[in-house]
T-cell receptor, first 112, second 113 residues
């Protein structure tokens, strides 16, 4: 039973570039949430996808967008990267909400 | 508002002692409260969770208590071991249409051998 997977593990970009991060949920899970975790901070909720639609959104600008595919996998896109976007991006999956969420290993993004 | 406060930010205990981490939430409709442990460079791992219809839950050396009236919940770790050293995060469900989780700012626990 595969857990939550994310790719890539690490990424280095420059300001103004665009990035796409990918997440495959735990087998049987249909809900994917994305979080940004800055160093020394708790995960900050970006948005949540269920049935291929964005259901909830945190306080993040429109530069952050996402998508969920029919197989429940998801992508997080960030446009016009800023230095402050450097963080660990975590994906978490669950079977609906409020249910137990399991996190992926994260993608560490560095913006130079 | 959507807020989860977590205290203390750092906690040092001697091996074998108990550790307690406390969180306070603001949304009276919150009904699910998970706790995660995050080791350096690793993903957050769920260690225990509690729903609002239960006041206490235990799993071996770990327990969580919930006081709905006061809107706070606590993580208790007994007989601490060096491998318990990590950052611990609490979270609370927030309902705005569907549910989302708001996390606390974390507690760095150091267990001294």
């Amino acid at each position: 039973d595969a857990g939550v997977t994310q790719s890539p593990t690490h990424l280095i970009k420059t300001r103004g570039q665009q990035v796409t991060l990918r997440c495959s949920p735990k087998s049987g899970h249909d809900t994917v949430s994305w979080y940004q975790q800055a160093l020394g901070q708790g995960p900050q909720f970006i948005f949540q996808y269920y049935e291929e639609e964005e259901r909830q959104r945190g306080n993040f600008p429109d530069r952050f967008s996402g998508h969920q595919f029919p197989n429940y996998s998801s992508e997080l896109n960030v446009n016009a990267l800023l230095l402050g976007d450097s963080a660990l991006y975590l994906c978490a999956s669950s079977l609906g909400l409020p249910e137990t969420q399991y996190f992926g290993p994260g993608t560490r993004l560095l913006v130079l | 508002g959507e807020n989860v406060e977590q205290h203390p930010s750092t906690l040092s205990v001697q091996e074998g002692d108990s550790a307690v981490i406390k969180c306070t939430y603001s949304d009276s409709a919150s009904n699910y409260f998970p706790w995660y442990k995050q080791e350096l460079g690793k993903r957050p791992q769920l260690i225990i969770d509690i729903r609002s219809n239960v006041g206490e839950k235990k799993d071996q050396r770990i327990a969580v208590t919930l006081n709905k009236t006061a809107k706070h919940f606590s993580l208790h770790i007994t007989e601490t071991q060096p491998e318990d050293s990590a950052v611990y995060f609490c979270a609370a469900s927030i309902r705005s249409g569907t549910y989302k989780y708001i996390f606390g700012t974390g507690t760095r626990l150091k267990v001294l051998a």
